[in-house]
């Protein structure tokens, strides 16, 4: 009989073992982020960020966006780039070698002039074709970059070579971001003497069906289809109960794509992006992180929970799935480039805690879900499978999804308050209810695929196209934990 | 107890383990519903509002408010108010904040009333109780309000609290002995605190823009502390309130071997740009290193004669630091040293991109 | 104050978000004679502009809906352009200060403020 023996049991109890880890761990995250957050709000109601406004002593920042393609929107996005609140910084657009007139149109707005410079190539990039400045005093801190197509990767680096700032914020191009989100992140770079702040994350918010005018966004909700709603759930687990909890344990492997903040020299020391993956921000990040281990140099990755960037989420199951699957491959790429780290005690929590982390949990997850349902499947056809066991897992292990995600809705309402009408919450339940069940195995599935594609070879982004901010087609965002079990 | 105990020993390992998924899912789904119905609790807080406190803030304010247009005397708002504090002990710390939150929105002709009545009302033991407290966000509310209406008899707890660990209570409290004009503290200071970070620092020079000269605290004397965080923060409220005449006290800064108070020092001589620095960045050249090189270089190339600056620049074309010959390029070819010869110099390097405007 | 006794003292409009100033303000301005009008935020008192018709307008720079700029362009564009405003400003916005100048504004005053000086200001600018 194969529901019974050895084997049989080893499974059962593995399976079991590996998911209450799991739901200990997520617990643990849960508690200890709650209490960081509270603590970080009390501490920012006694700094008005506003005053800072005007410091002399806060570091130059240069935001580098790069573009592809973007005619559309490039004006108006540079336009809320610009006009961020912060005492000395730059916006650095980085046009890789686009097939529209985005660098003409920019040309145009900002009135921008081919400058003569040299440009250090501390970092590999292809060929820049010129660096571009605008005449009008007010524009003074645009600078446009143009150069060969080379890839997002590429993009940045080359932002990364001309730009003129201490810090540098990477960002993708559309996003929204809250008028004191650099004020806001500078903190940890400020304040801490022992260590050294190498990168600091921000929290990444869907603003699918939100009211955005100006660059500013005006109305919050939760969006009305389930794939966008399920991912703001998605997001709120990860932001408000894991990512607190990881840089606070200083084992952040994940700055977001959407909003990071770096201190340059870092990562200029560590090469800068990588041109060989789809994951660059995670493996960038896992890359800093080793070369200061090796170093031996105290540092640390830190993370400001406050909501501060705006992005427009896949609306459609297809290009959530190729999202998912894209991200899937970066993650293995950062995790096989750096497989040296796993579970290598010179290598500190990176190597011991998180690299471990990200193996067993956002990779291996699926896989394991995966092939314990197919196992469950073969019993079932063998007429072997034990009903009652089954329905009990499956009872189980939904009961903690859904208690999950009210958890994370519950520390929403005792700390940022995002969502806070009857029917944003009623909604926000009922996918609650639902994700277990339909989101989550289609995301499973994407994990699957991108496993496959991996090993198969594909690289690349797959097609994305723009249509504006306020429709719907995705971001390259960066990966975000994506399993609850 | 006991029947689960029996239970125990007479099932098998699968009845164990289908009570034990059983009961966690009870679990998890007890923990969703508390949840959901906390949830549903705090909606409803929200949306009635702390009524009793809003409205007694209110009284409270338009009473001051009255009061201090001329159209109440001082009598009958004491009367009011002893009648509010007495019906309910809760209005005093409500009481407290509505006078702190008037005095600073007003300047200091008013004040004297304002702290006369905060004393006369006994809310001074509320700001003890603030500065006892074991919560740091207490203490910080109770410095702020003691700077403001200047208790100076909590000068020593707040003194103490200047060498918390907690960044956030350091800053009240240094502002508030500011506000105080606690100038033998704040020089104590610089000796008893071992950090202050940037953080602080720039939350710091925020306070003390608002402030009038005399007022400030003894920033000069903190260029003479042993411990570099202050002697960095006193170089950069020089260079801030434009202190040129401290200029010389700066040069030997230099050569203190923290690069962060070797940067300020640069970024103040830049501020100032007077020719007479040039012995003293010539003496500090050698042994300048990275952003602080660069720096110096740049000075250099502004302050000095032409025909004097070009050798030196020309001896750090060839650095081994990319960027620190890129500075000395960029520098040579503001001083007008013709395109051809910058080529010559750039010509062996794959490192540097030489961008035309062409 | 003034010699013609049958006349309506002039009516003030107050644009003020903090609860406590707005009162500080009313209170005293009423002290002094004044008619005043309250708004609370910049929807409030574009909604007042409009209905009253204030002599002289008192505003905070920074306010929800619309802020103190938005009300002095309103002012200069839709109502009298000879309308005495004044803005409130927090230390540290002077930028803010020069561009309320650069529309139009006629006077300013700075928090922490003195109520004294405020009133002699609103009187200057009453022309009384």
């Not at chain 2, 020079?205 to 502390?225: A, D, V």
């Not at chain 2, 309130?241 to 200029?247: E, G, H, L, P, V």
């Not at chain 2, 300020?264 to 100032?272: M, N």
Request: aromatic share 10%; net charge neutral; proline share 4%.
């Amino acid at each position: 009989m194969l529901n019974e023996g050895f084997w049989y049991d080893l499974f059962t109890y593995l399976f079991l073992g590996y998911t209450l880890f799991l739901m200990g761990g997520y617990l643990v995250s849960a508690l200890v982020s709650y209490r960081v957050i509270r603590q970080h709000m009390a501490e920012s109601s006694f700094v008005d960020y506003r005053n800072i406004l005007t410091s002399p002593l806060t570091p130059k920042i240069s935001i580098i966006a790069p573009a592809y393609n973007e005619a559309l929107n490039i004006v108006d996005n540079a336009k809320s780039l610009l006009s961020l609140e912060y005492p000395d910084f730059e916006v650095v657009i980085v046009n890789d070698g686009s097939k529209d007139d985005t660098l003409q149109r920019l040309i145009d707005a900002y009135r921008l002039e081919k400058q003569e410079m040299a440009v250090p190539l501390r970092v590999e990039c292809r060929e820049i074709l010129g660096v571009y400045k605008s005449t009008e005093r007010a524009f003074s801190h645009l600078t446009v970059v143009d150069k060969r197509n080379g890839g997002k990767s590429d993009a940045l680096n080359a932002g990364i070579n001309v730009c003129a700032g201490r810090l540098i914020a990477c960002i993708d191009v559309d996003c929204v971001l809250e008028r004191d989100a650099l004020l806001r992140m500078i903190k940890p770079f400020l304040e801490e003497t022992d260590r050294k702040v190498i990168a600091t994350g921000g929290v990444i918010r869907l603003a699918n069906d939100c009211v955005i005018e100006d660059g500013r966004l005006l109305q919050i909700r939760v969006p009305r289809s389930f794939v966008a709603a399920a991912q703001v759930l998605e997001y709120m687990r990860a932001f408000l109960l894991s990512r607190v909890y990881w840089a606070k344990v200083n084992g952040l492997l994940l700055v977001s794509g959407a909003l990071g903040l770096f201190d340059k020299e870092t990562v200029v020391e560590a090469g800068g992006y990588s041109h060989k993956t789809v994951g660059e921000d995670m493996e960038l990040v896992l890359r800093m992180r080793r070369m200061m281990e090796e170093r031996r140099q105290p540092y640390a990755v830190r993370y400001i929970p406050d909501p501060l960037c705006w992005t427009e989420g896949p609306s459609k199951w297809e290009i959530l799935g190729r999202q998912r699957n894209r991200w899937t491959r970066g993650m293995m790429d950062s995790l096989r480039f750096h497989r040296k780290l796993f579970f290598n005690p010179n290598y500190g929590t990176t190597g011991m805690v998180s690299y471990p982390h990200w193996f067993f949990y956002e990779w291996l997850a699926p896989i394991v879900e995966t092939l314990g349902l197919a196992y469950c499947v073969v019993l079932m056809l063998t007429g072997s499978l034990d009903y009652g066991l089954f329905w009990l897992l499956l009872l189980f292990v939904y009961s903690f999804a859904v208690f999950l995600s009210s958890l994370a809705i519950w520390v929403d309402q005792k700390t940022y308050l995002q969502y806070r009408s009857k029917r944003d919450l009623g909604r926000l339940l009922v996918v609650a209810l639902l994700e277990p069940l339909v989101f989550h195995p289609f995301i499973v599935y994407s994990a699957i695929r991108g496993n496959i594609d991996y090993l198969r070879g594909k690289k690349g982004w797959g097609s994305m196209t723009r249509q504006g901010l306020s429709k719907t087609q995705p971001t390259p965002a960066a990966p975000t934990p994506t399993t609850t079990t | 107890m006991q029947s689960i105990l029996d239970w125990w020993n007479w099932t098998d390992g699968q009845d164990h383990l289908y009570a034990f998924l059983l009961v966690m899912a009870v679990l998890y789904v007890l923990g969703t519903v508390l949840l959901l119905g906390y949830i549903w609790l705090l909606m409803l807080r929200r949306n009635r509002r702390s009524a009793w406190s809003a409205a007694l803030r209110a009284r409270l304010e338009d009473d001051i408010a009255t009061w201090m247009a001329g159209d109440l005397s001082t009598w009958e708002l004491s009367n009011r108010l002893h009648v509010e504090v007495r019906t309910d002990e809760r209005a005093r710390p409500i009481l407290a904040d509505v006078i702190y939150a008037t005095s600073k929105l007003l300047r200091e002709e008013s004040q004297s009333q304002l702290r006369d009545l905060f004393r006369q009302m006994s809310l001074d033991q509320i700001v003890l109780q603030k500065l006892k407290s074991i919560k740091w966000h207490e203490q910080a509310y109770g410095c702020r309000v003691a700077g403001q209406l200047q208790l100076k008899e909590f000068l020593s707890l707040i003194r103490a609290r200047t060498r918390s660990w907690r960044g956030v209570l350091r800053v009240e409290a240094i502002t508030a002995l500011v506000a105080m004009g606690d100038q033998s503290g704040l020089e104590k200071i610089a000796e008893d605190n071992h950090h202050l970070p940037d953080w602080e620092q720039v939350l710091l020079l925020e306070r003390f823009k608002i402030l009038n000269s005399h007022e400030l605290p003894p920033y000069e004397n903190w260029l003479n502390s042993s411990r570099p965080d202050w002697v960095l923060f006193g170089i950069r409220l020089c260079r801030h309130y434009n202190r040129f005449d401290k200029i010389a006290d700066l040069g030997p800064l230099l050569r203190s071997g923290d690069s962060r108070v070797q940067t300020a020092v640069l970024g103040t001589f830049e501020a100032q740009g007077d020719p007479e620095l040039v012995p003293v960045l010539l003496d500090y050249l050698p042994y300048a290193t990275g952003g602080c090189l660069i720096r110096t270089l740049n000075l250099l190339a502004d302050l000095m004669l032409r025909s004097e600056a070009m050798p030196v620049l020309l001896d750090y074309a060839d650095h081994a630091d990319p960027l620190v010959r890129l500075t000395a390029l960029e520098a040579l070819r503001r001083l007008g040293l013709p395109a051809p010869e910058l080529h010559l110099l750039t010509k062996s390097r794959s490192d540097l991109a030489l961008l035309t405007a062409h | 104050m003034n010699s013609e006794t049958v006349s309506t003292p002039p009516t003030i409009l107050v644009a003020e978000d903090e609860a406590l100033m707005l009162k500080m303000l009313t209170h005293r301005l009423q002290k002094e004679g004044y008619r005043v009008v309250t708004a609370t935020d910049g929807k409030q008192a574009l909604d007042s502009l409009r209905t009253s018709a204030p002599d002289l307008v008192i505003t905070d720079l920074m306010m929800p809906y619309h802020n103190g700029l938005e009300i002095i362009e309103f002012v200069r564009k839709n109502l009298r352009p000879d309308l005495p405003v004044i803005v409130l400003s927090s230390a540290g916005q002077e930028s803010s200060v020069v561009r309320a100048f650069d529309l139009g504004a006629d006077d300013f005053a700075v928090k922490p403020f003195s109520p004294n000086e405020l009133m002699s200001r609103v009187r200057k600018h009453l022309g009384r």
